[in-house]
Nanobody, 126 residues
Framework: QVQLVESGGGLVQAGGSLRLSCVAS????????MGWYRQAPGKQRELVAT???????NYGDSVKGRFTISRDNAKNTVYLQMNSLKPEDTGVYYC????????????????????WGQGTQVTVSS
């Protein structure tokens, strides 16, 4: 009914850049907050960045000054521009959408609090 599809992950060298995209599909009316989280092997999932429908942003301390989050509300899409990548940025990056208002397949209005994508692998070599 509501799906998040990420793209843009891959393998890059330290100091390089990647741009991740995440599209929310379905009969969507609105999304309050979209964001990115990441998880390295053996570590807890951590905040990378979030952005509200009013373009208010929040970044994890480890990525401030290097990553930039943005969104296109008309396309229900969130982006993450990652510059000056470091090996410690390596991990699975997950797209999140919070407070999604949408219509079910029967046309009934629905509201889901938390949606997640499948994740995309980002690997930064030294």
């Amino acid at each position: 009914q509501v799906q998040l599809v990420e793209s843009g992950g891959g393998l890059v060298q330290a100091g390089g850049s990647l741009r991740l995209s995440c599209v929310a599909s379905g009969r969507i009316r609105s999304i309050n907050t979209m964001g990115w989280y990441r998880q390295a092997p053996g570590k807890q999932r951590e905040l990378v960045a979030t952005i509200t429908s009013g373009d208010s942003t929040n970044y994890g301390d480890s990525v401030k000054g290097r990553f930039t989050i943005s969104r296109d509300n008309a396309k229900n899409t969130v982006y993450l521009q990652m510059n000056s990548l470091k090996p410690e940025d390596t991990g699975v990056y997950y797209c999140n959408a919070d407070r999604v208002l949408y219509y079910s397949r029967s046309g009934y209005p629905m509201d889901v609090n938390d949606c997640w994508g499948q994740g995309t692998q980002v690997t930064v070599s030294s």
